[in-house]
Structures are given as structure tokens and as C-alpha cells.
């Protein structure tokens, strides 16, 4: 059985990065325990005029409190938060950038949802091949850590001990017929419609849950698509390029599929700005370039 600290270890992991992944993969058991406890809804709203659940919040706070007492993170960036936090106090150079909890008002009906990191050495504004590592928990029937650092995704469970074993390595992603779009048919864009079409024609199977994790991690199993769309007057469509689309690109790329905004890949992208949003569409190599093929 081999640990998360063992394979950072033997796949040449930078010291300071590993000891950062292993204190992001010790929150999985706070934050799952802290299910319970915060089920209302919060009064404030996020940098994207959401409303907070109490455990985005709860999240939130406890991760960046954690990472800036760790002194193993120079600067944090949220999607829970307005402005990029920094930590003057750390002598490392690695930058997080987070969404410290994906789909939580799903948590009330009992399906999975996740947390997703990435980190980069240098600041947070990078294009997202560039990073030094990509990662995410998933907190479903199992507690998951789904992890790159540059030499391919491995998949770990947490045990009774609380340590993540090694569940499997070198995943492929190969092409597959599963697919979930978010956003609302009638908004739909002519091409992301005739896309979507084309996919149910070839027998296509929707798997949605609301959640770009646990919908993601079954396309990383299976192959297929996840895409949530530009739509008619909002261009940019809903998730954002640092905390979401930047780390799980990269995961996907690591495993062999692709990651776009329906014309070019999304890890050649340089952000203008934290909380920029942007179209995505990432799954399997061929499918997505069936759809950068088909132009406007």
C-alpha cells in the first residue's frame, strides 16, 4: 500500500510542494467533518454575487487559516474571496488557488462534492500549464484525492488511519459517450446546441449531478465530456478559469484528454484577472476536437 507522501517521494516531488499537497490532503477529514454542522445558508454573498452556504464559508476560512500557519504559501487565492490573500510571513514561494468547496448545496441532498486546488510557484495570474501541481477531493461513498504533479494522475482513498493510499496510477482517459452540460437548453448557442446533438446522435448518455468534480471524475473514469457553456448574452459562461477550469484542465491534459472554450485550449489561456470566468468544455481528446473543428 503505497501512501500519497510515499509516491511524492518516489516520483521526484520538490520537498516544500509535497509537504503542501500532504497538508491540503489532511483537511479532507475537517472539512468532511464539518458537513453536518453547517447546513444554513450564510447572509453574505461571494466574489461572484453568489449566495455563500455556511460550509463554503466554513471551508474557505479553515483552508486559508491552515495554508497561512503552515508558512508553506506565499499567496491564496479564492473563489471565496474578493482579493488575493497574501502570507508575508512564509519563506516559500507556491501560490493555491482554490474552490475550497465545489457543489456544496448538493451536500444537503447527500451527493458529492469536492474541493479543488491548484498551485503554481510564482503568482497567480499563470497560464495553466504552468502548474507545479493540480489536485482535488472528492467527497463521495469514498473520500478521494485526485492528483497531478506534472507526471501523470493517480487516485487515492482515505483509510480508517487517515492516510490516502494508492488506489491507481497512470490513469487514461479514454474517449467516451457520457456527457453533462450545464446552463439551460433554450440558451444554448447554436454551435454548443449542434455539439450536444451530435454526441446524443452517436448514443450519447447525460450524467449531470451539478457538481464539476464528482461530474468530472466520472469523466476521467470513463471518458466522454463535461462542458458548461457560453449562452446567448452571457459569452462567459459560469465557471471560473483559475479556481476550476485552470486545475482540472490540467489534470485532464495529464491524462490524456483535453481541456477548451470551444476554439483553443484553456491551459494556453493567461488570465486578466482573478475571478474571470470562461466558457468550459473538457473530456476526451476526440470529442473536444470535434468541437474546435467545427469553428464558430
Not at 486559508?64 to 519563506?91: H, T, Y
Not at 454526441?199 to 450524467?207: A, F, L, S, T
Not at 471524475?217 to 465530456?225: A, N, P, R, S, T
Request: glycine share 12%; net charge negative; charged share 25%.
Amino acid at each position: 500500500m503505497i501512501t500519497v507522501q510515499e509516491y511524492l517521494r518516489e516520483h521526484g516531488c520538490d520537498e516544500d510542494l509535497g509537504r503542501l499537497i500532504s497538508l491540503i490532503a489532511d483537511q479532507a477529514d475537517p472539512i468532511r467533518g464539518a458537513f453536518i454542522a453547517n447546513q444554513s445558508y450564510a447572509t453574505t454573498l461571494n466574489s461572484s454575487g453568489e449566495v455563500q452556504a455556511e460550509l463554503d464559508a466554513w471551508a474557505d476560512d479553515h483552508l486559508i487559516r491552515v495554508m497561512k500557519e503552515s508558512g508553506l504559501v506565499s499567496r491564496i487565492a479564492s473563489e471565496e474571496q474578493d482579493e488575493v490573500v497574501e502570507c508575508p510571513e512564509s519563506c516559500s514561494d507556491y501560490t493555491v488557488v482554490m474552490d475550497p468547496l465545489d457543489g456544496s448545496s448538493l451536500i444537503a441532498v447527500n451527493l458529492a462534492v469536492g474541493s479543488i486546488f491548484g498551485i503554481y510557484k510564482g503568482p497567480v495570474l499563470q497560464r495553466g500549464r504552468d502548474l507545479a501541481a493540480a489536485l482535488y477531493l472528492l467527497y463521495g461513498p469514498m473520500t478521494t484525492l485526485t492528483l497531478s504533479i506534472g507526471s501523470g494522475v493517480a487516485t487515492f482513498a482515505l483509510a480508517d488511519d487517515g492516510r490516502f493510499l494508492l488506489m491507481e496510477d497512470g490513469i487514461r482517459m479514454p474517449e467516451g459517450s457520457i456527457y453533462g452540460s450545464g446552463g439551460t437548453r433554450p440558451e444554448w448557442t447554436e454551435k454548443h446546441t449542434a455539439f450536444i446533438t451530435s454526441i446524443e446522435d452517436d448514443g450519447g448518455k447525460v450524467r449531470y449531478s451539478g457538481s464539476f468534480v464528482a461530474d468530472f471524475h466520472q469523466i476521467l473514469k470513463y471518458g466522454g465530456l463535461y462542458a458548461y457553456p457560453a449562452a446567448r448574452g452571457k459569452p462567459e459562461g459560469k465557471l471560473r478559469l483559475v479556481f476550476e477550469a485552470q486545475p482540472i484542465g490540467f489534470l485532464a491534459m495529464q491524462a490524456g484528454g483535453r481541456i477548451s472554450d470551444g476554439f483553443t485550449d484553456t491551459l494556453d489561456i493567461l488570465p486578466t484577472d482573478v475571478h474571470q470566468k470562461i466558457p468550459i468544455y473538457v473530456g476526451s481528446r476526440g470529442l473536444i476536437e470535434r468541437l474546435e473543428s467545427m469553428g464558430e
